[in-house]
């Protein structure tokens, strides 16, 4: 089932959490919510829900408006940050729960019941566990359990609130993986709210990366990581390196050096002002002299080898920390020290300027 | 997570339908009228019913004013003591591990599960002048049965838990790295006591008094059978009201209901304004509690 | 965490306080209490079994334990109700109420008896209007329900309400998403969290509900074998210098009351591990 939100827009109090919100998520497709704390995000799925009502705007479920629709009626899963699991009834009975309230007429009988609690733990690998109580189980476990209770009533969307946060990292990895085997098995339209990038970038057909109620960007992964439409959500994807400059008779300038912005994907033109540049480290290379392509003079600071790669801090000739991520090769190759004087020089296309 | 002490006002999935509301809501307040509003407002209306003149004359009468005597005279020494102890107890329990801890407390609460009657035979089997006790003292011209310090005794005993049961989750909660430091620092025990232990207390040690001063005032039960209800000596003020009532003069026994009364709803608003500042206190400790321990 | 810790060589008075707790204790409670099973061993086993067992005591038993589980049941309906309005709805004198429901606890009891007297009599404020329709409340067990009524009236409310505020409303709104409807999700998920506290306070009210004196000898008239609760009928047994009586049957009540007192006690101890989460 699709989802459309129009012109969403809820307050509490003096706060704005969401603010004019219109997003269009498609049939089966499984969506991140990805924001700080205050983005707006958990909101919006509230609102999606039904369990926050908006103060404008309207929710649509397959085209048809939802919003007179009452929370039990809109037949969406809602798995909370902190699992919401009945304390005093066992996994089975959570499980049961949403077919064990279906009124009388149309409810399945207690065999029926049985056979799909039965099926969906078995789905989320969790059968042998169905007389324990929640209090039983580990953050892991309780979490699927969520999940089976969600999909028991066969909702046409599922919503999951910070599903992993309150997991440990090996624990919320797995789930990740296994979240999204899931997904591609079941093919249920699904929202997910989420803090960490990484987690948004892992399993989402499509990243909504939000900002004090806005939508920054709309986007896949490889759209939202590699384009960035604006300087938050670069910010916010991955590491980056910011280099404060000024702009002078359109030019731009780091320091001394003019930088040459045919590389660069410019936000702005402006004739005068301050500009930032964006740079990932993994995009910077170091090299001992400038060999003709654009370079920037910095000074190594410390020299960090444990990892994947090797992370180098630097300081830029105008004075901005500059961290650069380069393979152990190339690392070997340069010799380098704290305290030697190289060049840095940023690979095609990936600059950012952001005039302010 | 958890408790928000402001419920979030239209959360739609836990609202309830709105006539259910009213319904309940109605039948809340029509419960709590017939139970406390309607006695309230007779207390006072039963009072006035001979006027303002026979009113103050109630109040003024020799015999209300030894029983107002009375009442405070029993309250200034119960409550002190018992208020004492519930320091005393409390510091014990919260700062030290000991065997027998939980029989203690066990026993602290005896006193709340004895009907007040029992309470008062408890006294009058052990001090009076047919017990062993109390035939000695008896003879040597200690009267304490059916005389006043059988009626302070009778009150210290029914409030004796008030105060500590107030106390002693409260200096758990408080917690002691500051009484500690204060003797790293060289503080002696009474230096570290005033200056450190009760300033962190002292919310719950008011609300412990207010709710000591309320049963030792209020006592009925207890006092009655320790007292012998002899006029202008050994009746305190519930007491004395029962002897007006049972002489038929019943707005004088209104008349000093209604001072009964508005201590009554005195130490409620006390009550109320102490547990504000209580509750936030132990919050703070417990938030305190958790960074340290982080 | 931090109040877990405890340093006898560093933190002083141990000796003190304890010392003064265990004095204090033995003197006002435990020598008071111990005189009381002193006394019951001074009684022959017939004289102890006259006194409870006497159709007069019968009676006072059956009013005493009658009256006592109605008003507790009362108050757990009502005082249920009136724990979740206040918790969960607005409305207007909200707070004075909130405050007002502790008067029972700070209302001597002497002072309650003569004004629930003066209201439910055939003339009074309440009981006029019952007259005519033939319910006598003063001096009837009816009377004596309404009393203990009103002292027990705080004991559900207060044990229900701060369970009611500590209650995550995300419970509820999981079984809203999953089609619950509203009477369904109060069945099925909040009540069952509130059960103990719930029945700790009706076990609470009902405790009071049997020693209480002041509040029932007024509206009762104390007829024996009519309306006498047994606090009324030790009295009179005090009154007329029946210690033998009065023990025997005090033995009885405090017996009751030491059961209640651990039935609550464990019911606490097993409700808080039963819903540790």
């Known amino acids: 089932m699709s989802i459309e939100l129009r012109n969403i827009s809820k307050r509490f109090g003096d706060f704005v959490a969401v603010d004019n919100i219109n997003l269009h998520i498609e049939t089966g497709e499984l969506v991140a919510l990805l924001g700080l704390s205050g983005s707006g995000k958990t909101t919006l799925l509230r609102i999606i829900a039904g369990l926050e009502t ?46 064990r309230v279906i009124p009388r007429r149309a409810r399945p009988d207690e065999a029926a019941i049985a056979r799909r609690v039965h099926e969906l733990l078995k789905l989320v690998q969790l059968d042998f566990l169905a007389d324990r109580y929640p209090s039983q189980l580990s953050g892991g476990q309780r979490q699927r359990v969520a999940l089976a209770r969600t999909l028991a009533v066969e909702p046409k969307v599922l919503l999951l609130d910070e599903p992993f946060g309150a997991l440990d990292a090996k624990v919320r990895q797995e789930l990740r993986r296994w979240l999204r085997r899931l997904h591609d098995e079941i093919k249920i339209t699904s929202v997910f709210v989420t803090h960490d990038q990484e987690e948004a970038l892992e399993l989402a057909n499509r990243i909504v990366v939000m900002n004090q109620g806005h939508i920054e960007q709309i986007g896949s992964a490889e759209e939202v990581y590699h384009h960035p439409s604006n300087a938050f959500v670069y910010n916010f994807l991955g590491n980056v390196n910011l280099f404060h400059g000024r702009i002078e008779n359109g030019r731009v300038f780091l320091g001394d050096t003019a930088v040459e912005l045919e590389n660069t994907h410019a936000h702005a033109h402006p004739q005068t002002g301050k500009a930032v540049l964006y740079v990932r480290p993994h995009l910077l290379e170091i090299v001992m002299k400038p060999n003709g392509k654009q370079t920037f003079p910095a000074t190594v600071k410390s020299i960090n080898p444990a990892g994947p790669q090797v992370k180098v801090e630097l300081v830029a000739e105008w004075g901005d920390m500059v961290q650069v991520e380069i393979d152990h090769e190339r690392y070997q190759a340069l010799h380098l020290e704290p305290g030697a004087n190289v060049f840095l020089r940023p690979k095609e296309q990936k600059l950012f300027v952001y005039s302010i | 997570m958890g408790g928000q002490a402001q419920r979030e006002p239209k959360r739609p999935g836990t609202a309830d339908p709105p006539m259910v509301r009213i319904a309940l809501i109605t039948i809340a307040l029509l419960f709590l009228a017939l139970f406390l509003f309607i006695p309230v407002i007779a207390v006072f209306a039963e009072a006035l019913a001979k006027g303002i003149g026979a009113y103050f004359a109630a109040i003024a009468d020799p015999e209300a004013r030894a029983a107002i005597r009375l009442t405070l005279m029993t309250a200034a020494i119960a409550v002190p003591l018992n208020v004492t102890f519930g320091i005393a107890a409390s510091w014990a329990i919260a700062r030290f591990d000991f065997p027998g801890k939980q029989t203690l407390l066990t026993l602290i609460d005896i006193p709340f599960s004895v009907s007040p009657v029992i309470s008062g035979m408890l006294f009058v089997l052990l001090l009076g002048v047919r017990a062993p006790l109390g035939g000695f003292l008896a003879a040597h011209g200690i009267k304490v049965i059916f005389a006043e310090p059988g009626i ?68 009925f039960g207890a006092v009655s059978v320790v007292s012998g209800h002899i006029r202008g000596h050994t009746n305190t003020m519930p007491l004395y009201v029962e002897i007006l009532y049972n002489d038929y003069q019943f707005a004088a026994a209104f008349a000093v209901s209604s001072l009964l009364t508005l201590l009554a709803i005195a130490t409620l608003v006390a009550k109320r304004f102490l547990e504000r500042r209580v509750v936030p206190a132990k919050q703070e400790q417990d938030d305190l509690a958790v960074k340290v321990a982080a | 965490m931090a109040s877990k810790t405890k340093r006898t060589n560093v933190l002083p008075g141990f000796g003190l306080t304890l010392g003064f707790t265990l004095a204090y204790l033995g003197i006002v409670v435990l020598i008071p209490i111990s005189t009381i099973f002193f006394k019951t061993f001074t009684l022959t086993w017939a004289q102890f079994w006259a006194a409870i067992a006497s159709p007069r005591t019968i009676a006072a038993y059956r009013l005493s334990f009658g009256a006592s589980i109605a008003a507790a049941l009362a108050n757990s309906v009502f005082g249920f109700i009136v724990a979740w309005s206040l918790v ?151 009154e007329q210098f029946d210690y033998a009586g009065a023990t025997a049957i005090a033995v009885v009540m405090l017996s009751v009351s030491f059961v209640i007192l651990l039935g609550v006690n464990m019911l606490q101890r097993w409700s808080s591990r039963r819903l540790a989460a």
């Not at chain 1, 039990?72 to 729960?97: C, I, P």
């Not at chain 2, 029914?158 to 500051?178: D, H, N, W």
């Not at chain 3, 055939?122 to 329709?133: E, H, M, S, V």
Request: proline share 6%; with cysteine.
């Open chain 2, 152 to 219: 302070v005794l009778a009150t210290i005993f029914v409030t004796f838990p008030l105060a500590a049961r107030e106390l002693i989750p409260i200096m758990q909660a408080v917690g002691s790295e500051e009484e500690e430091a204060a003797i790293v620092l060289g503080a002696g025990g009474w230096q570290m006591f005033f200056r450190v232990t009760i300033p962190n207390v002292k919310w719950g040690l008011l609300y412990g008094l207010v709710l000591c001063n309320a049963r030792a005032m209020g006592e």
């Open chain 1, 54 to 99: 908006p103060d404008t705007g309207e929710v649509l479920f397959h085209g048809e408006d939802a919003s007179a629709v009452s929370v039990r009626d809109r037949k969406v899963g809602f798995v909370f940050q902190h699992y919401a699991l009945f304390r005093h009834m066992t996994v089975f009975e959570n499980v049961a729960f949403g077919l």
């Open chain 3, 88 to 238: 969960r709805y607005e409305f207007p004198g909200k707070s004075l109420i909130d405050v007002m429901v502790d008067l029972p606890f700070a209302l001597p009891t002497s002072v309650a008896g003569i004004t629930l007297t003066a209201i439910y009599a055939g003339n009074g404020w309440i009981g006029r209007y019952l007259a005519p329709l033939g319910i006598k409340v003063a001096y009837t067990p009816l009377g004596v329900a309404v009393a203990l009524t009103f002292v027990g009236l705080p004991f559900v409310v207060r044990t229900v309400q701060p369970v009611l505020e500590d209650l995550d409303q995300e419970y509820e709104e999981a079984a809203a998403t999953l089609g619950a409807s509203r009477l369904q999700t109060f069945i099925l998920v909040i009540a069952p969290a509130l059960i103990p506290a719930l029945l700790t306070g009706f076990a609470l009210a009902f405790a009071r509900a049997l020693g209480e004196y002041g509040s029932v000898v007024f509206i009762s008239g104390n007829m024996p074998m009519h309306t006498e609760v047994v606090p009324l009928l030790i009295m009179s047994k005090l």
